[in-house]
């Protein structure tokens, strides 16, 4: 009963949701590489006043953000073909590494606008990218049943 419920929960049961989940997590992936990469790009290169200039990104970072960039784009494009692994790869890269951000004091959590922004920015496609990998586990699950196909094929003719 246990490993009923638990296939259950990361598992669903309808081709249509699993496409559905796969199909919203990969945009959100791609969503959230365009904005990055904007948004970095243009903290690095767009002239900023006086009393900012301390706020510019490192070069150091700034190459750590546009290869975070790559990686996220690069398995959104796993989870876009319902690539399982690829699919957890996002989840689990994605969650750690804002636990790293978090860790080191990248991601500020003082004040109600901070809080609000890695909520919808951090948070949000956490959460999204998991429904992402349980769409394309229930994809694979549902789609290549191996068992099914072993049975078939000891069969006498």
């Given at each position: 009963?246990?490993?009923?419920?638990?296939?259950?929960?990361?598992?669903?049961?309808?081709?249509?949701?699993?496409r559905?989940?796969?199909?919203?997590?990969?945009?959100?992936?791609?969503?959230?590489?365009?904005?990055?990469?904007?948004?970095?790009?243009?903290w690095?290169?767009?002239?900023?006043?006086?009393?900012?200039?301390?706020?510019?990104?490192?070069?150091n970072?700034?190459?750590?953000?546009?290869?975070?960039?790559?990686?996220?784009?690069?398995?959104?494009?796993?989870?876009?073909?319902?690539?399982?692994?690829?699919?957890?790869?996002?989840?689990?890269?994605?969650?750690?590494?804002?636990?790293?951000?978090?860790?080191?004091?990248?991601?500020?959590?003082?004040?109600?606008?901070?809080?609000?922004?890695?909520?919808?920015?951090?948070?949000?496609?956490?959460?999204?990218?998991?429904?992402?990998?349980?769409?394309?586990?229930?994809?694979?699950?549902?789609?290549?049943?191996?068992?099914?196909?072993?049975?078939?094929?000891?069969?006498?003719?």
């Amino acid at each position: 009963m246990f490993k009923d419920v638990t296939l259950r929960l990361i598992v669903g049961g309808s081709l249509d949701q699993a496409r559905r989940r796969t199909k919203v997590a990969w945009i959100i992936g791609y969503l959230w590489t365009l904005l990055s990469f904007v948004s970095v790009t243009s903290w690095i290169f767009l002239p900023v006043a006086d009393d900012t200039v301390g706020q510019r990104l490192s070069l150091n970072l700034y190459v750590g953000l546009v290869c975070e960039v790559g990686v996220v784009a690069f398995l959104s494009y796993g989870v876009m073909r319902r690539k399982p692994k690829m699919a957890t790869a996002l989840f689990f890269y994605f969650w750690v590494s804002r636990l790293f951000w978090l860790s080191t004091g990248l991601i500020s959590l003082d004040g109600i606008p901070n809080i609000v922004r890695f909520i919808t920015l951090h948070l949000v496609p956490v959460y999204l990218f998991y429904q992402g990998m349980r769409g394309a586990w229930t994809h694979h699950w549902l789609t290549n049943r191996y068992n099914d196909w072993q049975a078939n094929s000891e069969r006498p003719a």
